[in-house]
């Protein structure tokens, strides 16, 4: 098959020379997939979970597999995946959560291997929770970025694992034989941090955990000493919600939203505000860099910016973020942003929202206000 990979974007993810929309392990997904022991399956007998830009799926598409169920965590993996369809005039697949709907009666479920261990924990204990008993989980990844561990998580969910050999610097799993699923699946997990719970899925970044960077941002924004609090305040890239909760916690009568690209973020942010009753005046969405949020519309807007798109150190991910903010503030709003100290952003928050002040510095983090002009 000779499936035209290049034609592939990342739109509207972040584009550059040196990131592309499909890798090696995507093509030996497919070449596995297409293999004569897989022959007979039909494609509604097929889960993708994380394919990043659709080069799983529409590779397999292509190939004449109809009904294939995909499930990817970021919003911009799946506009990238409809925009690379409809540019190849590609369809048989749908979209879903990682649940009862992406994985009963599969019996091929193909993984891009994710970076958190916590999240290959949950997709494995979902796979041998709710697919066919015969499933097989042929997981895949570059083998730079691979380790015994994830085999070892692995055989947490089924009897038998088996690596494959590498090819073109990536590496197939194949897991088979689902061990019977304890009675609770082991997310979303939960902990408690003073006055705040913070409720976690795997793919959640710091899992339940008050990240340090959230934390410094909090102690700096001193938001119980607040005289005035905004009325609409935002937390860009929420993750698990903590900056929003906390917020809202602290200031009833504002209106607060929440929206992460990660479905995982979103679901673990979801039970957070329940976990701490905020959830009937806390908004969460699942959105790519505020992009349902109108213009002009918000007073704060809260960020704790990525600096990895993926494995890789990528500072475009925090650029959408402060292009995101500086859209949706009104003159006059205010942008708190943390961000790792050796970053330097504070040049670039000037020119994107307006003039930015210091509020706090540390070796390890910074804090500053901006005011868009």
């Excluded at 022959?39 to 009904?67: K, P, Q």
């Excluded at 009862?100 to 958190?116: F, I």
């Excluded at 410094?216 to 000493?225: A, C, F, T, W």
């Excluded at 798109?309 to 006059?332: D, M």
């Amino acid at each position: 098959m000779d499936f035209p990979y290049s034609r592939l974007r990342r739109w509207p993810d972040v584009e550059a020379d040196n990131l592309q929309a499909h890798d090696a392990t995507d093509l030996l997904l497919v070449e596995r997939a297409l293999a004569p022991d897989f022959s007979g399956f039909s494609g509604r007998e097929i889960a993708v979970i994380g394919d990043e830009y659709g080069a799983i799926t529409l590779a397999l598409t292509a190939a004449g597999l109809d009904g294939i169920r995909v499930h990817q965590d970021l919003a911009t993996g799946r506009r990238a995946l409809a925009r690379n369809a409809e540019e190849l005039g590609l369809t048989g697949f749908s979209t879903h959560e990682l649940d009862s709907t992406l994985l009963d009666g599969a019996r091929l479920v193909l993984l891009q291997l994710p970076k958190a261990l916590a999240e290959l924990e949950e997709i494995a204990d979902a796979v041998a929770r709710r697919a066919a008993p015969d499933v097989a989980l042929v997981a895949g990844g570059r083998v730079k970025h691979m380790t015994i561990t994830q085999n070892e998580v692995l055989a947490r969910s089924f009897e038998t694992v088996q690596a494959q050999r590498a090819e073109r610097k990536s590496r197939l799993v194949v897991a088979s034989e689902p061990r019977p699923a304890p009675a609770e699946p082991p997310f979303p997990v939960a902990e408690r941090h003073d006055g705040l719970v913070l409720v976690a899925h795997g793919g959640a970044f710091a899992g339940a955990k008050l990240d340090i960077g959230t934390r410094v941002l909090l102690e700096v924004l001193g938001l119980d000493e607040q005289p005035s609090p905004a009325p609409i305040v935002v937390d860009l890239g929420c993750g698990t919600g903590a900056l929003a909760a906390s917020y809202a916690l602290a200031h009833p009568d504002s209106r607060v939203i929440a929206t992460d690209r990660s479905a995982a973020a979103v679901a673990s942010a979801r039970a957070t505000m329940v976990a701490n009753g905020v959830d009937d005046r806390v908004t969460v969405m699942h959105d790519d860099a505020g992009s349902e949020i109108a213009d002009a519309t918000v007073d704060v807007v809260l960020l704790n910016p990525p600096f990895h798109l993926g494995s890789s150190v990528h500072t475009g991910a925090a650029t959408r973020l402060f292009e995101a903010a500086a859209r949706i503030l009104r003159p006059g709003g205010e942008l708190f942003t943390v961000f790792n100290s050796s970053l330097g952003y504070r040049a670039e928050l000037t020119r994107l929202v307006g003039a930015t002040e210091q509020l706090a510095r540390t070796p390890k983090f910074t804090v500053t206000r901006s005011i868009r002009r």
